[in-house]
């Protein structure tokens, strides 16, 4: 038997992380002793030295009292720099520990993952089998670098293995181990507790990993797996037991994509459960059918991705192949059914300039959602724009660290300047929320905010803090926007 720490280094407001709770679950199933250390609780930084002080603090006060034999990490690229940290100091500090690197950023960029000294192992794609035999083969004392989806080291060498085939029967993995997470964050506001009925999605978007991952996948199964009804209420069950949430939340990236199997699953869910869900999806694959089935299953909350307001840069350059008419109907049936939205949007695409922007601030406008989320595009390895974009210099911080995500403008946009972008991301909502007539003061605090700088790097701790404070104002002073209702956090 093993002792297995879980690491879980991003911040996430409302969700919980499903891929390492599954690790976690098929660890302890496999017979391993498992613990978690997620750093979501540790979003307030120090305000002198080192912004990861506490992190790390916490993380080896963890470490002394469980004595891990291995360190798992789930890294999306946002995350590596931490990830990293928390590795070199486990081995610093213990250099027989073993450290294992999973999830996107490993899956897509294996070479440079791998290429770290304090990692030594990866795991590509799906984990559950690949992570417990490496235990098993650690614990028999045996052969380790043959297994498949995990590239390890020995002696100096790499040994990379091709990808283990999907798991084909969803149904046989245990349920993510959500006794490892604090309870508090299982009362997610809007959220409560979330769970996948599928996984993987069909669409090329091309700021989007899928195609990669179905790229990577060919030939080692079906790529867009569903599990049984049966098997998602038994989840379900054990959730509204053990930890009786106020709401569910369905993580799917596309959740109507089978209508059929999508009217089968809200019949049988109404008949069984009365606690609301929210879910998202596509606004090209809602009808007036697809949006009466929902409402009659308990749906009381769609989020949707319009991502760019105009259809050149989304259809063109984001091949998302979606109209502003299919957008314009899904949010109107979710209104008049009742059901409320969210909108997710991107700024400073590639091929964008300030008028489509604007056209992104429009169609918001016009639509009105209940919450709208507005992020600044950032190009990851393994999408076919992020590359692109790449070559081109786009990125002038790096995209590696846990700071950065939300209010930090990591890219250099040919023609909107990386003020703008984080002015723009700032007051978003308040373009969309109020009238025309009060832009010029709109403009005017906007202009005021841009004199912050874009980025928190390098900034003396006290700048940093009155940055992030000053930030923190302008998304607080949303809550005072007209709106169809409430507010809730976003960042
Ligand atoms: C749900 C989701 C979220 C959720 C929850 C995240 C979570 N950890 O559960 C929320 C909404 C919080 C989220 C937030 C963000 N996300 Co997100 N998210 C997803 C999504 C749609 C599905 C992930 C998922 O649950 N899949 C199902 C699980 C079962 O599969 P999995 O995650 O691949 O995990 C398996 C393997 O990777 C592996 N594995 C994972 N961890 C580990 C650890 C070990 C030790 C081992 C051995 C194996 C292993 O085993 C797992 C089980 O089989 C993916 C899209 C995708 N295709 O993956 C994007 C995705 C991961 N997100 C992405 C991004 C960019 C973000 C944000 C930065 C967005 C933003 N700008 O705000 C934030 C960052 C949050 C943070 N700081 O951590 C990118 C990541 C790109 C990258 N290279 O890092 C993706 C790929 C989407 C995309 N753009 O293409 N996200
Ligand atoms: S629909 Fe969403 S999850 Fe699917 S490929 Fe497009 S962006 Fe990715």
Not at 22 to 32: K, L, M, P, W
Not at 129 to 143: I, Y
Request: charged content about 25%; overall charge positive.
């Amino acid at each position: 038997m093993k002792k297995v720490l879980l690491v879980y280094p991003g911040y996430i407001v409302r969700e919980q992380p499903l891929n390492i709770l599954y690790i976690g679950s098929a660890v302890r199933a496999a017979g391993h002793a498992v613990a978690l250390f997620e750093i979501s609780s540790y979003r307030r930084r120090p305000l002198r030295g080192d912004p990861y002080r506490i992190i790390k603090e916490s993380y080896q006060e963890l470490c002394s009292r469980f004595m891990p034999d291995v360190v798992g990490f789930s890294v999306m690229s946002v995350n590596f720099k931490i990830a990293l940290e928390l590795a070199q100091l486990t081995k610093r500090r213990s250099p027989d520990v073993r450290t294992v690197f999973g999830g996107i950023h490993p899956t897509i960029a294996p070479e440079e993952t791998i290429s770290e000294g304090a990692i030594d192992a990866i795991c590509r794609g799906e984990g559950e089998a690949s992570f417990t035999d490496f235990l098993a083969a650690l614990d028999r004392g045996g052969e380790y670098t043959r297994i498949p989806g995990f590239w390890t080291k020995r002696d100096g060498s790499i040994f990379r293995n091709p990808m283990r085939p999907l798991i084909e029967d969803l149904d046989k993995i245990p349920f993510p181990d959500r006794d490892l997470i604090s309870p508090s964050r299982l009362q997610a506001e809007l959220y409560g507790v979330n769970l996948l009925t599928s996984r993987g999605c069909p669409f090329p978007c091309s700021y989007c990993q899928n195609e990669y991952l179905m790229d990577l996948y060919r030939g080692y199964g079906r790529f867009v797996r569903t599990r049984s009804i049966e098997n998602v209420f038994a989840e379900i069950d054990q959730i509204l037991q053990k930890y009786r949430p106020s709401r569910l939340s369905f993580s799917d990236e596309s959740f109507t994509l089978n209508k059929k199997r999508l009217e089968e699953f809200c019949q049988r869910y109404a008949k069984r459960y009365s606690i609301p869900f929210l879910c998202q999806t596509r606004p090209d694959l809602i009808d007036e059918d697809t949006i009466r089935i929902l409402k009659d299953g308990g749906c009381d909350f769609i989020n949707m991705a319009i991502e760019a307001g105009n259809p050149r840069i989304r259809n063109n350059v984001l091949q998302r192949n979606i109209t502003d008419e299919q957008i314009v109907q899904a949010f109107g049936l979710a209104r008049r059914f009742g059901i409320r939205t969210g909108s997710f949007n991107m700024i400073g695409l590639p091929g964008e300039d300030m008028s489509t922007v604007w056209d992104t601030i429009r169609i918001n406008k016009l639509l009105q959602p209940d919450r709208i989320m507005c992020t600044v595009y950032m190009p990851f390895l393994g999408t076919k724009l992020g590359a692109d974009c790449l070559k081109d210099g786009w990125l002038e911080h790096p995209i590696d660290d846990a700071e950065i995500y939300y209010t930090n403008i990591t890219i250099k946009h040919p023609t909107i300047s990386g003020r703008t972008l984080f002015g723009y991301q700032g007051f978003f909502d308040y373009y969309v929320r109020l009238s025309p007539k009060l832009y010029p003061l709109i403009h005017l605090l906007r202009w005021t905010y841009q004199l912050l700088p874009k980025t928190s790097f390098g900034l003396p701790s006290l700048l940093r803090a009155a940055r992030e404070g000053l930030i923190n104002f302008v998304y607080n002073m949303k809550r005072i926007l007209p709106r169809r209702g409430f507010f809730m956090k976003t960042r």
